[in-house]
């Protein structure tokens, strides 16, 4: 059962920052695109962010300019740095690892912005 980690998560309020990190075993890390979703309370999983194994990025729309997605190799590491926080970012924030067909899911993070 591959286990991705995540932590950060927590309470802010509007305009505040946020740093969520996920772990991910080595072996799967090393050979796959990561990524953050979230899912807001009624509504359907959204992908907020990406980064290749080289390091290329791209953003939703909704989150360009105010987050930041990174990953540190030596740690098997995927962060997802959130500025500028709105209450509309308030979602459960889920990782994900893909490696050819497969997708792997970390538990969730709960992430509220409060006006």
């Known amino acids: 059962q591959v286990q991705l980690v995540e932590s950060g998560g927590g309470l802010v309020q509007a305009g505040g920052s946020l740093r969520l990190s996920c772990a991910a075993p080595?072996?799967?890390?090393?050979?796959?695109?990561m990524a953050w979703y979230r899912q807001a309370p009624g509504k359907q999983r959204e992908l907020v962010a990406t980064?290749?194994?080289?390091?290329?990025?791209n953003y939703a729309d909704s989150v360009k300019g105010r987050f930041t997605i990174s990953r540190d190799n030596a740690k098997n590491t995927v962060y997802l740095q959130m500025n500028s926080l709105k209450p509309e970012d308030t979602a459960v924030y889920y990782c994900?690892?893909?490696?050819?067909?497969?997708?792997?899911w970390g538990q969730g993070t709960q992430v509220t912005v409060s006006s």
């Open positions: 994900n690892a893909k490696i050819f067909a497969a997708n792997y």
């Open positions: 080595g072996s799967l890390f090393s050979r796959s695109a």
């Open positions: 980064i290749t194994i080289g390091g290329n990025t």
